[in-house]
């Protein structure tokens, strides 16, 4: 074989693999994303047209200027399936497509959102009481045959359960002034912070001046923990102290390799007391809290807890058969 033909083997071998390892990548991405576009379900729940009419009183003029502004918007939910690992969700969503109900594409105002508008906003959970199952009737009827005693039934539980996250979006105001009557479909996304795993890291419930490194860049030192009767106080300090409201998180963000979420208090045997959330990304490590209730328990540690490798991800969704508001 000469050395033009042995060339053309290797680069043809070369070019073979390069293009098995971006298949086999592809598809491995495609499975990614797929997996965590299972976590979110969209639905729409109102459109709204708004006309407001407003007239100024000039005393120095004769003629009244009338101001007319109009809106026109579309409240959605984002449920959350599996909140597992899912860190924040965009307060907006970006539209892609819209085709009205006779299959015609709708013309989509390009419009550039910025890093407020796309802040990432935590989960928030309610806690709710889980009523007791009750034991099915063959089993009841077994366990008499048997003259075994009645199984006892298990007390209510109260559980966390993640409510729907809230977006609007901006439609053009002329759409209601169609002939048309719905939009067939939207087609848009909304971005998500998904972490790989978490970490924990346990500090103990009592004052010290150490500061104890919670991330390869955050620390925490325990200002005051006071603990008597069933009530708490506990004041911290971070360090970098960064506020929240100036440095919320958004899809433009750049991420650290671990990002403290959220802390919990511990009592004996890793008892999970209470949880301390916020809604905003990133936690504030420093600021203080207080509570008490008459089944707290003695409170031991905080625990701190960390997402590891948090990614921004494009969740994609359709809406259908939205009706139009008439002008």
Request: hydrophobic share 35%; with cysteine.
């Amino acid at each position: 074989m000469n050395t033009t033909r042995q060339f053309v083997v290797l680069a043809t071998i070369t070019l073979s693999l390069g293009f098995s390892a971006i298949s086999a990548e592809s598809k491995d991405e495609f499975k990614a994303k797929k997996k965590f576009v299972d976590k979110f379900k969209v639905k729409w729940t109102r459109i709204s047209y708004s006309k407001t009419v407003s007239l100024n009183n000039k005393e120095d003029s004769a003629d009244q200027q009338q101001d007319v502004s109009e809106g026109m918007s579309l409240s959605c939910e984002v449920n959350i399936l599996d909140s597992n690992h899912v860190l924040g969700i965009s307060q907006s969503a970006v539209i892609v497509e819209m085709t009205d109900d006779k299959g015609g594409n709708i013309n989509i105002d390009s419009k550039k959102f910025d890093s407020f508008q796309m802040r990432y906003e935590a989960p928030r959970y309610d806690r709710q009481f889980v009523p007791p199952t009750r034991p099915a009737k063959w089993k009841t009827v077994v366990r008499s045959a048997l003259r075994l005693p009645p199984e006892k039934i298990s007390k209510p539980q109260l559980v966390e359960r993640v409510r729907p996250t809230r977006m609007q979006l901006d439609l053009n105001v002329g759409l209601g002034k169609k002939s048309t009557g719905k939009i067939s479909h939207v087609k848009g996304y909304f971005y998500a912070l998904i972490a790989e795993s978490y970490e924990y890291v346990d500090v103990p419930f009592k004052t010290s001046d150490k500061w104890v490194r919670l991330t390869p860049d955050v620390e925490v030192q325990i200002v005051d923990a006071w603990f008597k009767d069933s009530s708490y106080r506990l004041s911290t300090k971070g360090r970098p102290d960064r506020m929240p409201s100036t440095n919320r998180l958004s899809f433009e963000s750049s991420l650290p390799k671990q990002l403290v979420m959220n802390r919990q208090l511990v009592g004996p045997d890793d008892k999970l007391i209470r949880y301390h959330r916020s809604p905003f990304l990133p936690y504030r490590i420093g600021g203080s809290s207080s509570g008490g209730s008459t089944n707290m328990g003695q409170i031991t540690k905080i625990r701190y807890v960390i997402a590891v490798n948090p990614t921004h991800y494009k969740i994609p969704f359709v809406l259908e058969d939205i009706p139009l508001p008439k002008p």
